[in-house]
């Protein structure tokens, strides 16, 4: 065919996809892919006096997205896995899911977030802002180590194994804030059962946080039939943040019951923060347990930083251990 004879159709197939073209990248402009991450590991001292290198908070690799559907509607998804950084393999590898951390998809608008599949539930969700080390220090967290340890947790949802604040095959819900106030609601749609204990879990949060001012009332049922409630507060007063926070749980219908009062707080000089808390647990037979901790930041950058932790825990019916370690950490 000669060049006379494409020039016509030519020209009329840039104009149709030039048209094509114009409305689709608004479209394309309004999708948004990120991947993001915390990466950490240190030298360390654990509660067992072994020395180890290896994650002390919680390194995790996220992928998520947002596409706008017009009229204020979004669809939203989340990916997330917890792996150890020193080794590279995925976090409780044979026994939690490699989509460990969350695996949702959902919509979202003026009226609130829906998502279905794996997350947080809506109580533990929220409860690590009243935690000094937010519940991500293996060394220095009290909420980490005593509701880890002692807190009953749901097996059913993680392969029989022991699970921690999460919920599989749920729904969740996360409300706009009204004058400081929001609203956060879980619910698993299927019966899980675990030996001696079966049931459909459910969480549910209000919290408050407006001004120097933040609180949190937080109530669990998870999937093996245990039962939580969570109370916390905390103040900002400059530089400095004191929290605090309450937990009473009990296991299924036994008669084993935790409750936990921890205390802690922060303080920013400059590039460096400086954190405390102090935990002490009562089980139903009596026992208590205490833990204090310590820890510093110095921030490199808004993303890099090294760390300093230390960790004394006092168990009644065993010897006291102490645990410390220094590591570097970098978001992206």
């Known amino acids: 065919m000669r060049m006379s004879q494409c020039l016509p159709l030519s020209f009329s197939a840039l104009a149709a996809l030039a048209a094509l073209a114009a409305l689709a990248l608004p479209a394309a402009a309004q999708s948004q892919v990120t991947i993001s991450g915390y990466l950490d590991t240190g030298v360390f001292r654990d509660y067992d006096k072994t020395r180890k290198l290896g994650t002390i908070q919680r390194s995790h690799l996220a992928v998520a997205g947002t596409e706008d559907l017009g009229g204020g509607l979004k669809a939203n998804f989340r990916l997330s896995?917890?792996?150890?950084?020193?080794?590279?393999q995925s976090e409780g590898a044979g026994s939690k899911p490699f989509w460990h951390d969350e695996s949702t998809v959902?919509?979202?608008?003026g009226w609130g977030r829906l998502r279905l599949g794996r997350a947080l539930s809506a109580m533990w969700s929220q409860e690590w802002k009243f935690d000094a080390f937010s519940n991500f220090n293996r060394i220095a967290s009290t909420a980490w180590h005593m509701a880890h340890y002692y807190t009953p947790t749901d097996r059913a949802s993680n392969n029989g194994a022991a699970e921690y604040g999460r919920m599989?095959?749920?729904?969740?819900?996360?409300?706009?804030?009204?004058?400081?106030?929001?609203?956060?609601?879980?619910?698993?749609?299927e019966r899980t059962q675990a030996p001696g204990r079966d049931g459909r879990g459910g969480s549910v949060?209000?919290?408050?946080?407006?001004?120097?001012?933040?609180?949190?009332?937080?109530y669990e049922r998870n999937g093996s039939g245990d039962k939580d409630l969570f109370l916390g507060g905390l103040y900002r007063l400059g530089a400095a943040t004191l929290m605090m926070a309450y937990d009473h749980n009990r296991a299924g219908s036994?008669?084993?019951?935790?409750?936990?009062?921890?205390?802690?707080?922060?303080y920013a000089l400059g590039v460096t923060t400086l954190r405390a808390s102090y935990g002490r647990q009562r089980l139903n037979d009596g026992v208590t347990h205490h833990m204090a901790s310590l820890g510093a930041e110095y921030h490199l950058s808004m993303r890099t930083m090294l760390y300093a932790s230390l960790g004394h825990q006092r168990y009644e019916h065993n010897p006291s251990r102490t645990a410390f370690g220094v590591g570097v950490a970098h978001a992206f």
């Open 81 to 88: 896995t917890r792996f150890e950084l020193d080794t590279g």
């Open 205 to 218: 949060a209000l919290n408050y946080d407006q001004g120097p001012v933040a609180a949190m009332v937080g």
């Open 168 to 189: 599989t095959n749920g729904i969740y819900y996360d409300s706009p804030t009204w004058d400081g106030f929001s609203f956060n609601a879980s619910a698993s749609t």
């Open 254 to 266: 036994s008669p084993d019951t935790s409750r936990m009062v921890s205390v802690g707080g922060s």
């Open 106 to 109: 959902g919509l979202q608008g």
